[in-house]
């Protein structure tokens, strides 16, 4: 299995700023996925992130408010532009297992925004 | 597109006792199942999965879980809770072909509490 970590692990923001969240895992990988977790709720897929591509955003999603880097096979960013309450969620990056079929992932990134 | 249901948002069982947490799913063609869970505070552990082959599928920290094609369920069980058990667990499916293969759908959680 990857080991995945995530940057910063927990912050707090104010309202029209933007932060990014760094993905970093320790092992060359092909997909990486962004999710996000609202309070209480369920994870939800934000984009795929493959290298050397544009990241694919789900529907709700866009690339003006969630950009995503994907510069080589071990890393990631996910920014949260211009941030307003209802963004707080944890974020949580992810990678495919390969050949394993599991997705694996970080510890997850706790963003209040005030 | 593909869908999972956990019927439950909370399931109390007593230390010692079986516990089953429940999960339905809805994909078109043969399905990939996972269960995965989350301590506060932390990130999605992997449980177990379902992939093909026997339908009693085992996994970490005794944890088993039964997929039943017929019913389209995929219900966790363990024979003997532990306090330590008590987290949010999800179930969640890929389809085994075709667009959006990779993609993993997530039910809506459910909370386990074991009581001493």
């Known amino acids: 299995s990857a080991v995945i970590s995530q940057k910063p692990s927990r912050d707090i923001c104010q309202r029209g700023t933007s932060l990014t969240i760094q993905c970093q895992v320790d092992s060359q990988v092909t997909m990486m996925f962004w999710y996000r977790q609202q309070p209480g709720q369920s994870l939800t897929l934000i984009a795929t992130a493959n290298q050397g591509s544009e990241a694919t955003y789900e529907s709700g999603f866009v690339i003006d408010k969630f950009p995503i880097s994907r510069p080589n096979l071990t890393f990631s960013t996910l920014t949260v532009s211009n941030m307003s309450p209802e963004d707080s969620s944890i974020y949580l990056c992810?990678?495919?297992?390969?050949?394993?079929?599991?997705?694996?992932f970080g510890p997850g990134t706790r963003l209040t925004v005030t | 597109a593909q869908s999972v249901a956990q019927p439950e948002d909370q399931v109390n069982v007593a230390e010692g006792n079986p516990l089953t947490v429940k999960c339905t799913y809805s994909v078109s063609g043969n399905p990939y199942l996972f269960w995965y869970v989350q301590y506060p505070n932390r990130g999605l552990q992997f449980l177990l999965k379902y992939i093909t082959g026997d339908n009693l599928v085992k996994g970490s920290y005794g944890f088993e879980a039964e997929f039943n094609k017929s019913q389209t369920s995929f219900h966790l069980k363990k024979p003997s809770a532990l306090v330590s058990d008590s987290a949010l667990y999800f179930c969640a499916v890929r389809p085994y072909s075709g667009a959006g293969s990779y993609q993993l759908t997530f039910g809506k959680g459910t909370k386990l509490s074991v009581i001493p």
């Open positions: 992810s990678v495919d297992g390969q050949d394993s079929y599991e997705q694996y």
